[in-house]
């Protein structure tokens, strides 16, 4: 699957490029790289959706101060159309909300799969990329929704608890869904270079003990770090886009990077 | 025996009744021979006969092959873990033709009824073959189907099986099995097809033990969770003095 390289409409007769954003850590900046990575696509004039699949628990639509009438549970439960909830987001992309507090939807029942996948296979020829904003950990929604999307970014921070739980992740996404090649992002990192060197560390101890069902250890493909930086946390109050609100500040230029180096490996 | 029908043709039942009578079906002390509800019981007792094995009780090929088809589309469509077992009787040639037939038959019956006893009500343990059982575990977590199938094959070998003549035979039982793949249509055949290549493989290595294909593990062991942070010698990712310990966590 090959994205565009430089603005060109989308076309009914393409599939987007679908990722999902996953971490097996809560915490580590998930919703906020999602949409903040969606709008560094979209400024490369890319027609963008992201698609909050955190279905018990979202707040995909708190990062970026929407307040939704409609979301995903009202198509679920055909209150709505799928048309009606695709809503336009600051930083010129389109979100697919969910609610929060929804505990029958925190469990991968045959009714939450089917919609799910529905939602999804019907977007997909109206966008050029589709990022799948997972919830934390590695239950059956969360792995149902990675499922879903052609590629995974897994997002790390340099603690040992985020590189466990995002090696676990990948371990777990090798052995079950047969991936033989994951992105990996490092977020909050306090000097460059380190986000390159948890990548190596994570890529020597997964050739060592993970196995695809092919047979053949997953590649890890680093696409840059996210620098530490305390202006994410002042967009996170304000419930701003950090691209928008300091879009010359280190962690700014770490996620545009990023959308670059991604788009460079389509 | 004949019973009249409202517009006055009539049903044969004698060979119907005779066969029940045989398995050991009695007729309903409280229904009326020859009224509805009494004909009821009687098909009822025909549908029970025509499932179940005769030498064993338990379910036959007929009852397991509806049985597996249901579990398919359930798993297919719950996503939970189901296992399937197929055990066989090792060496039962030799004890028919060492002990001859009434012997082996008991042998069978006693197999049997250690399978029934080692399972959950909710499980089915099926005589598939002359001396091949088929066992379906719903809802059965990996971690229990190693469990259960080495009780089960533990059970079989303690327990001798006392034949005519006073003798007694110990009996033991190869086990293969295999797991549905979970939120996919498989087919029946080919989940058999798993188990009974695990069952091969538990003959070949040996007989007497059980062999699972088990779903690929995936939990990290201490030994991974050390190699991650081996490298720290050059790179601590906590204690290092440039990090700004005051930006929290950013909102998932």
Same mark, same amino acid.
Request: net charge negative; with cysteine.
């Given at each position: 699957?090959?994205?565009?390289?430089?603005?060109?409409?989308?076309?009914?007769?393409?599939?987007?490029?679908?990722?999902?954003?996953?971490?097996?850590?809560?915490?580590?900046?998930?919703?906020?790289?999602?949409?903040?990575?969606?709008?560094?696509?979209?400024?490369?004039?890319?027609?963008?959706?992201?698609?909050?699949?955190?279905?018990?628990?979202?707040?995909?639509?708190?990062?970026?101060?929407?307040?939704?009438?409609?979301?995903?549970?009202?198509?679920?439960?055909?209150?709505?159309?799928?048309?009606?909830?695709?809503?336009?987001?600051?930083?010129?992309?389109?979100?697919?909300?969910?609610?929060?507090?929804?505990?029958?939807?925190?469990?991968?029942?045959?009714?939450?799969?089917?919609?799910?996948?529905?939602?999804?296979?019907?977007?997909?020829?109206?966008?050029?990329?589709?990022?799948?904003?997972?919830?934390?950990?590695?239950?059956?929604?969360?792995?149902?929704?990675?499922?879903?999307?052609?590629?995974?970014?897994?997002?790390?921070?340099?603690?040992?608890?985020?590189?466990?739980?995002?090696?676990?992740?990948?371990?777990?996404?090798?052995?079950?869904?047969?991936?033989?090649?994951?992105?990996?992002?490092?977020?909050?990192?306090?000097?460059?270079?380190?986000?390159?060197?948890?990548?190596?560390?994570?890529? #020597?101890?997964?050739?060592?003990?993970? #196995?695809?069902?092919?047979?053949?250890?997953?590649?890890?493909?680093?696409?840059?770090?996210?620098?530490?930086?305390?202006?994410?946390?002042?967009?996170?109050?304000?419930?701003?886009?950090?691209?928008?609100?300091?879009?010359?500040?280190?962690?700014? #230029?770490?996620?545009?990077?990023?959308?670059?180096?991604?788009?460079?490996?389509? | 025996?004949?019973?009249?029908?409202?517009?006055?043709?009539?049903?044969?039942?004698?060979?119907?009744?005779?066969?029940?009578?045989?398995?050991?079906?009695?007729?309903?002390?409280?229904?009326?021979?020859?009224?509805?509800?009494?004909?009821?019981?009687?098909?009822?007792?025909?549908?029970?006969?025509?499932?179940?094995?005769?030498?064993?009780?338990?379910?036959?090929?007929?009852?397991?092959?509806?049985?597996?088809?249901?579990?398919?589309?359930?798993?297919?469509?719950?996503?939970?873990?189901?296992?399937?077992?197929?055990?066989?009787?090792?060496?039962?040639?030799?004890?028919?033709?060492?002990?001859?037939?009434?012997?082996?038959?008991?042998?069978?019956?006693?197999?049997?009824?250690?399978?029934?006893?080692?399972?959950?009500?909710?499980?089915?343990?099926?005589?598939?073959? +002359?001396?091949?059982?088929?066992?379906?575990?719903?809802?059965?977590?990996?971690?229990?189907?190693?469990?259960?199938?080495?009780?089960?094959?533990?059970?079989?070998?303690?327990?001798?099986?006392?034949?005519? +003549?006073? !003798? !007694?035979?110990?009996?033991?039982?190869?086990?293969?099995?295999?797991?549905?793949?979970?939120?996919?249509?498989?087919?029946?055949?080919?989940?058999?097809?798993?188990?009974?290549? !695990?069952?091969?493989?538990?003959?070949?290595?040996?007989?007497?033990?059980?062999?699972?294909?088990?779903?690929?593990?995936?939990?990290?062991?201490?030994?991974?969770?050390?190699?991650?942070?081996?490298?720290?010698?050059?790179?601590?990712?906590?204690?290092?003095?440039?990090?700004?310990?005051?930006?929290?966590?950013?909102?998932?």
């Amino acid at each position: 699957m090959s994205a565009p390289e430089t603005s060109t409409p989308a076309t009914t007769a393409r599939l987007a490029r679908t990722l999902a954003i996953t971490s097996g850590k809560g915490g580590v900046g998930k919703t906020f790289f999602s949409a903040n990575l969606a709008a560094a696509l979209s400024r490369q004039g890319l027609k963008v959706l992201v698609l909050d699949a955190d279905l018990g628990l979202a707040n995909l639509d708190v990062v970026l101060n929407l307040y939704p009438k409609i979301t995903l549970h009202d198509v679920f439960t055909g209150k709505a159309q799928l048309e009606e909830a695709i809503l336009p987001a600051p930083g010129g992309f389109s979100v697919l909300l969910a609610g929060s507090g929804l505990v029958e939807y925190s469990r991968l029942t045959p009714e939450v799969r089917d919609q799910l996948n529905t939602i999804f296979e019907s977007v997909k020829p109206r966008f050029d990329v589709v990022l799948i904003d997972t919830g934390a950990g590695i239950s059956d929604v969360v792995l149902y929704a990675v499922s879903m999307a052609h590629e995974v970014i897994v997002l790390a921070t340099p603690e040992p608890t985020s590189m466990t739980d995002a090696y676990a992740t990948i371990k777990v996404l090798s052995t079950q869904q047969s991936r033989e090649h994951l992105h990996l992002v490092v977020n909050q990192v306090a000097r460059p270079g380190d986000g390159r060197t948890i990548c190596n560390q994570l890529q #020597q101890v997964v050739e060592r003990f993970v #196995q695809s069902t092919s047979g053949v250890a997953p590649k890890l493909s680093y696409l840059g770090d996210i620098p530490l930086d305390s202006s994410v946390r002042e967009a996170v109050q304000k419930r701003q886009l950090l691209l928008e609100l300091h879009p010359g500040c280190a962690a700014s #230029q770490g996620v545009v990077q990023v959308a670059t180096r991604l788009l460079a490996r389509s | 025996m004949n019973v009249k029908l409202g517009d006055d043709s009539s049903l044969h039942l004698g060979k119907a009744l005779s066969l029940l009578v045989q398995a050991g079906w009695e007729s309903p002390a409280d229904l009326e021979p020859g009224t509805e509800p009494w004909l009821q019981a009687v098909i009822d007792g025909l549908c029970d006969l025509s499932s179940r094995d005769a030498l064993t009780g338990l379910a036959n090929r007929r009852q397991f092959d509806a049985a597996i088809a249901r579990e398919v589309d359930r798993v297919a469509r719950i996503g939970e873990p189901a296992l399937l077992l197929m055990a066989d009787i090792d060496h039962f040639k030799r004890v028919n033709d060492t002990w001859g037939h009434a012997a082996g038959d008991e042998v069978i019956k006693s197999v049997a009824a250690c399978l029934q006893d080692c399972v959950r009500p909710m499980d089915l343990v099926a005589r598939i073959g +002359g001396e091949e059982f088929a066992i379906i575990l719903p809802n059965c977590p990996p971690a229990f189907g190693q469990t259960v199938s080495e009780r089960i094959r533990q059970k079989v070998a303690a327990r001798p099986v006392a034949i005519v +003549g006073g !003798q !007694q035979l110990s009996v033991t039982v190869s086990i293969g099995g295999a797991f549905a793949p979970q939120w996919v249509r498989s087919s029946p055949t080919f989940w058999c097809e798993r188990a009974d290549q !695990q069952l091969y493989r538990a003959k070949t290595e040996g007989r007497n033990r059980t062999c699972l294909d088990m779903p690929p593990l995936t939990i990290v062991s201490a030994e991974e969770k050390g190699m991650l942070f081996s490298g720290f010698g050059q790179f601590d990712p906590i204690s290092d003095s440039g990090t700004d310990h005051s930006v929290p966590k950013t909102t998932e």
